[in-house]
């Protein structure tokens, strides 16, 4: 009886020194990656440093931009506080505790570290979770840990320890129990001198349980892990997981110890530095979701060390988004003046350096690259006000087509799967030129015949994963704008009306397991499968409007159009918002939706809510352009349409017309 007592005594104290996991936890002790023992109203940590404990999840927590700044304000606080306590007689006595813990191994809380800021979005089920708990072993804020491989961001950098044991929950099967980090470091040679050093970390969720040192399952068949656990979870909110070889790129996968050396002007260095750290994130923001780091990796980087048009090309585009963005900074002419000499100086070497190739009929693959980029990178940057000389966009692209053409990459995709593995890069950054382009011209696609071929035979380009709109959708779109096209051909409203019908049945049919909902995973991560969900749903309403404006008799105030417009106006709820959002991605949807958005619509609150949340970079690139679009379409059809003297509304293409734009407005 005796040792019962013990035993139970003794359970009840090693259960006393045992800490929960950081999952389960305070929101702040889980963006510290440190454990919390989740003591209720406040953990010890933040009660120790007198800062709020929040256990529901805050605001900041879903946006990756207020996370950065949450842990810069952490480490602000932690500094003032530490500086505070810095008494002699603390320091000996922290060095005799440090002493006795080497000693004795001991399992008590790490430091307190933390620090959290009212919150207003909260998770409903952040309370439901069952707390798990484990010995503090190997603790990342032990005196004998090994601290060597941490980068200049301390703590925040270090991996989440093992998680020895989950709870099975049945009523709330989201809960992920893995984080993956993927770090990746690259060093850049300007002129062979190393100039940057990056260190970029990046996280997903996942149910693969990671591997053992030695090699085993991670899950036999007596491990802890409840089976039933696993398997619901599972089921009900698996992350499918990530392709990083889905595109066949340009310059092939670079090795691991490959050093990239850029060879610019030392007057142009700052340009260069300027679209690392500004522009890159603009560019594809979709494949960066799906492929951590391969914008960088896999597009950027091979291009500007070998392709010395991508290289100008590059550069003007950073002298534009310079220039745009720090007007608010007081730039001084002078500055604003050379800003305008570099965008005009290195456009026209781009454009020398690919008549000079193509007049020597070679590096097709090249010259293809460098003109795609030239058309697509605009979107990212510039005014809408912006009246320095440069060549239309659709001049560039049928050089581009030519020289698609030239490499055969359309029959190559129509190979079967068998013969063909993975999609062109540059054949998919043309497809989504061409279709969305076609529909800015009210022109028919070039590769009409090539994307109706993919649609029947289930065929894919990689359009999903490269931009966020699956491939059935977009080929729609392209038969869509070929009806337009039609239609202004004469075609008869009988048979025009036959397509309508057709076409709507077609976009109906690709709703089918496509759900809506959250694509933030219950740590906060993206989960690019549901985002990829959400960004073609709300292309698909957007297809659905374009093919409506081709009825005739259409008119904004129809009850229909009306519906389709606050269905579009919700589904931007499921979109990320703000500066580390994805609207910028959806400026052409938007320009379809909002010109047939009448006043006191949702769209017009919803879009001037967004715009406030991405603050000035609302005003630059295809989202500005857009925006001043839509309020000039607006200011001509409002009238119209509240005179009730019937007259058809101006179409955007006219207004786009009148002000001379020839803008790709994707």
């Not at 606080?77 to 002699?88: A, E, N, R």
């Not at 809510?609 to 379409?633: K, Q, T």
Request: hydrophobic residues 35%; negative net charge.
């Amino acid at each position: 009886m005796a040792a019962t007592k013990n035993a139970a005594s003794e359970a009840k104290a090693a259960a006393a020194k045992m800490h929960r996991r950081s999952r389960s936890g305070c929101f702040t002790c889980r963006l510290r990656r440190k454990k919390c023992e989740e003591g209720k109203p406040a953990c010890k940590a933040c009660t120790h440093l007198g800062l709020r404990c929040d256990y529901k999840r805050p605001l900041w927590w879903s946006n990756g931009e207020q996370r950065r700044n949450q842990k810069e304000h952490i480490k602000n606080v932690i500094k003032k506080t530490q500086l505070s306590k810095k008494t002699p007689q603390q320091q000996q006595q922290q060095s005799h505790q440090q002493s006795q813990h080497q000693r004795h191994l001991s399992t008590s809380s790490p430091p307190p570290l933390t620090h959290s800021v009212p919150n207003s979005a909260e998770a409903p089920f952040a309370e439901a979770f069952p707390p798990s708990q484990c010995p503090s072993e190997g603790s990342p804020y032990s005196v004998d840990y090994d601290l060597t491989y941490t980068t200049d961001n301390g703590y925040f950098s270090m991996p989440p320890p093992p998680q020895p044991y989950i709870t099975h929950h049945s009523r709330y099967p989201m809960f992920s129990p893995y984080e993956v980090d993927i770090k990746t470091e690259r060093e850049v040679f300007v002129n062979n001198v190393p100039t940057r050093r990056d260190s970029t970390i990046s996280t997903f969720s996942t149910f693969q349980p990671p591997p053992t040192s030695d090699g085993l399952p991670a899950y036999p068949a007596d491990s802890w892990i409840q089976q039933e656990h696993f398997e619901s979870t599972s089921e009900e909110f698996a992350e499918e997981p990530v392709d990083f070889n889905f595109f066949e790129f340009p310059h092939g996968p670079l090795t691991p110890n490959h050093e990239t050396v850029i060879n610019v002007e030392e007057g142009d260095k700052y340009l260069l530095n300027h679209f690392f750290d500004k522009v890159l994130k603009l560019i594809f923001p979709i494949l960066d979701a799906n492929q951590h780091g391969s914008t960088r990796e896999d597009v950027i980087l091979p291009a500007l060390e070998s392709n010395r048009a991508y290289l100008h090309c590059c550069l003007s585009i950073a002298a534009t988004h310079m220039k745009d963005t720090e007007t608010s900074l007081s730039i001084s002419p002078a500055n604003n003046e050379q800003l305008d000499n570099d965008v005009v100086r290195h456009r026209y070497a781009a454009v020398s350096e690919l008549c000079e190739a193509l007049g020597a009929d070679t590096n097709h693959a090249q010259i293809l690259e460098a003109t795609l980029g030239m058309i697509f990178f605009q979107c990212s940057v510039g005014r809408a006000d912006d009246a320095l000389p440069d060549i239309p966009w659709h001049q560039h692209f049928s050089a581009a087509t030519s020289l698609v053409n030239r490499l055969d990459l359309p029959t190559s995709v129509l190979l079967p799967q068998e013969q063909h593995h993975q999609a062109s890069f540059n054949m998919t950054l043309t497809s989504w030129i061409d279709i969305l382009g076609s529909t800015i011209l009210g022109r028919q696609p070039t590769f009409a015949d090539t994307y109706r071929e993919m649609n029947m035979s289930n065929g894919s380009l990689g359009l999903a994963e490269l931009m966020g709109c699956d491939d059935k959708i977009m080929f729609l779109i392209a038969e869509i704008a070929c009806l337009d096209v039609q239609r202004g051909f004469g075609l008869d409203e009988v048979m025009l009306c036959k397509y309508v019908e057709t076409l709507a049945n077609a976009i109906g049919e690709t709703e089918l397991n496509s759900a809506v909902q959250s694509c933030f995973s219950t740590t906060g991560a993206i989960r690019p499968k549901q985002l990829t969900t959400n960004i073609t749903a709300v292309f698909r309403v957007a297809a659905r409007i374009y093919l409506c404006t081709l009825v005739p008799g259409y008119s904004p105030t129809q009850p229909s159009m009306c519906h389709l417009i606050s269905q579009f106006s919700e589904l931007m709820n499921f979109i990320p918002a703000g500066t580390e959002g994805f609207d910028r991605s959806l400026a052409w949807p938007l320009l379809i939706a909002g010109a047939s958005s009448t006043r006191g619509s949702p769209f017009r609150g919803m879009l001037e809510e967004r715009s406030e949340r991405l603050g000035d970079a609302a005003a630059f690139g295809s989202f500005g352009r857009i925006r001043e679009l839509l309020n000039d379409v607006w200011a001509v059809n409002d009238d119209l349409l509240e005179s009730g003297v019937g007259a058809p509304v101006v179409g955007w293409r006219e207004v786009m017309a009148g002000k001379g734009w020839e803008f790709l407005l994707i």
